[in-house]
């Protein structure tokens, strides 16, 4: 049977690659606003009567893009979260074995 080995700094590094996505994906929402927002979506289609129906429509897919990219900014973070936590309680359980087999 090989052993197994959990490295908690392996484990923050990894943690902070979700977080550098969560923060990347937050740096892309921020650009994504500005050009998509209702007034630049009417500024792009002008005011005609017929328009009206196309613009309703990109103005709200604008607002699901961000909500869902929103979610996703944040379930990255709280998965960044949940492996921190398992590297510190990792570690935690690696000095108190080691302890327990140094007679502590």
Do not use: C, W
């Amino acid at each position: 049977m090989s052993g197994f080995h959990i490295d908690p700094g392996e484990m923050a590094k990894f943690a902070k690659s979700f977080e550098e996505r969560a923060q990347e994906l937050g740096e892309a929402l921020a650009k994504f606003r500005p050009k998509t927002d209702a007034e630049a979506i009417h500024d792009g289609f002008g005011m005609l009567t017929e328009s009206e129906e196309v613009t309703s429509a990109y103005i709200e897919l604008s607002g699901d893009m961000e909500k869902t990219v929103e979610g996703l900014q944040k379930h990255l973070g709280k998965i960044a979260d949940g492996i921190k936590q398992n590297a510190k309680n990792t570690e935690a359980a690696d000095e108190a074995l080691s302890g327990i087999f140094k007679g502590k």
